[in-house]
């Protein structure tokens, strides 16, 4: 199985991009991630696997907002308190 393109992920915070990044920039392939994960623990469905994070990683503050999400998946928005 190839490397899906178009599975985009960003982060805003206080409404700018201060993050991008996309399927196709990970170091392994999905399959492989989960079939190693899966060796070691058993994965059920709504599982989340966290592979890191794209350039642009920073602070954020009492009183910042972040909205992020997946194309496709869906976005969450909090806010720091």
């Known amino acids: 199985m190839g490397r899906r393109q178009g ?3 960003w982060l805003k915070v ?3 991009i201060r993050q991008r ?7 392994w392939k999905v399959p ?3 079939a190693h994960l899966s060796a070691l ?8 696997i966290f ?3 794209p350039a642009g990683v920073g602070a954020v503050q009492r009183g910042d907002t972040l909205e992020g999400g997946v194309d496709g998946v869906g976005t ?5 308190r």
Do not use: K, M, W, Y
Not at 41 to 48: C, H, M, S, V, Y
């Open 76 to 80: 969450l928005q909090l806010h720091v």
């Open 14 to 16: 206080n409404g700018e």
């Open 7 to 9: 599975l985009r992920s």
């Open 21 to 27: 990044g996309d399927i196709s920039q990970l170091i």
């Open 32 to 34: 492989e991630v989960i």
């Open 51 to 53: 592979t890191g994070t």
């Open 41 to 48: 623990f058993t994965l059920a469905p709504g599982d989340l």
